[in-house]
């Protein structure tokens, strides 16, 4: 049984409780009371509530071992804090069966009711009038399998909208923001072709994430080849099923979705060369980002003062300024 969740946890405090894998990496390091390097173990640990980095200094390979045989592990350790972060020091693990767990307390879901964001989704795709760009999201989205596969996948692992759910919440708010900017931008923008391109942007991450692995693990795939080429792989198959497909139309549509992580060092093989492009590619990040922030924002606690601690994944703190009166702060 679950005792004790991550958001609760507070300095200084005891831990024997029951935690899902959801990182983890063995590192060298040098002792400078032993001879030679020994090896450490760095974990990132949550459930429902949140997560918590954590590291394993005694028995690192042995607890890697448990971490690869289950990704549910019992520890047990010592809160504490590194670098404005809380941190977990392990001093044990041990496996722990799925049955023995409620595997409610371990996977978290999109607050938004997933049958209405799939209507939702439905909507837009009548609301196309490129009949060409509506057959192509038809097959994918009239599929069934396909269907429930993409409402039950997370956007990410970690960094936004991780959880079941969060890569349907995240086309949606893609979506939605490439429809605000089209209003701004009609003579540049098109509506059809944007709309098409958000929705399908981050297909394949379907492929890239097993979502009946609590910790949605990144298949082999996903590792291989990542989610854009494996999208593109994809929307390229679905295109060869399609008769008179604009040939142009085809371009730019891959081309979006090749390019949507907007630059070479964040993984898109190309940056935008069209407006379509551009334009998918900032309201992708806007909507990631701004899933994160109020992830940041949400964990801060009443009485911890007007700013977060420093994120590691955003490298800064947050102030809360107006908001900390919500939080009970003077």
Known sequence: MKNRFVAALSEGERV???????????????????????????LVLGDKSGTINAVMWQGAREGYRCCVASPLVRVTGQVGTYREQPQLTVESLSPVAREQVNLADFQRASERDRRQMVAELRELIQ????????????????????????????????????????????????????????????????????VAGALLHDIGKVKEYDAHALNFAITDAGKLFGHIILGLQMVEEALAGLKDFPQ?????????????????????????KTMNAFAL??????????????????????????????????ERSLYLGFLSRDLGEE
């Open 248 to 272: 142009d139309l085809a371009a730019e549509l891959l081309h979006m979705i090749l390019s949507h992580h907007g630059q070479r060092e964040w993984g898109s093989p190309e940056p935008p």
């Open 16 to 42: 024997d409780d029951i935690f899902l894998v959801i990182e983890k990496s063995l590192h060298r390091f040098q002792n400078p009371k032993a001879d030679g390097e020994e090896e450490f173990l760095r």
């Open 127 to 194: 609301s196309l009038e490129n009949p060409h760009l509506q057959d192509l999201l038809r097959y994918f989205f009239e599929d069934r399998k396909f269907l429930i596969a993409f409402a039950d996948a997370p956007a990410a692992k970690s960094i936004h909208h991780a959880y079941v759910g969060g890569l349907l919440e995240h086309t949606l708010e893609t979506v939605s923001i490439c429809l605000h900017l089209v209003k701004l931008y009609p003579r540049y923008l098109n509506r059809d072709l944007l």
């Open 281 to 314: 590619h900032h309201a992708d990040y806007l909507g990631a980002q701004m899933n994160h922030f109020h992830e940041v924002l949400d964990r801060h606690r009443a009485g911890e003062g007007k700013w977060t601690p420093l994120d590691g994944k955003l």
